[in-house]
């Protein structure tokens, strides 16, 4: 596994965590939430993956690596 798509794999792991916990920070202000919990985890699924193409295409851009 090379480095950049290590790198992106975390990313996407820290991505759909951090929606995870945005999630459950949600719910203890407003009380509920009108998705179901396999719903929730299908979007932590997508946002981790957004977030893991994003960072595997951007990363070596923003390193000057072209």
Do not use: C
């Amino acid at each position: 596994m090379t480095p950049q798509t290590k790198s992106s794999l975390l990313w996407g792991l820290v991505g759909a965590l951090a929606f995870l916990v945005l999630v459950q920070g949600y719910r203890l202000v407003a009380g509920s939430l009108r998705i179901g919990p396999v719903a929730v985890g299908g979007l932590a699924l997508l946002v981790g993956a957004a977030a893991a193409g994003v960072t595997y295409v951007l990363e070596p851009r923003l390193n000057g690596r072209s």
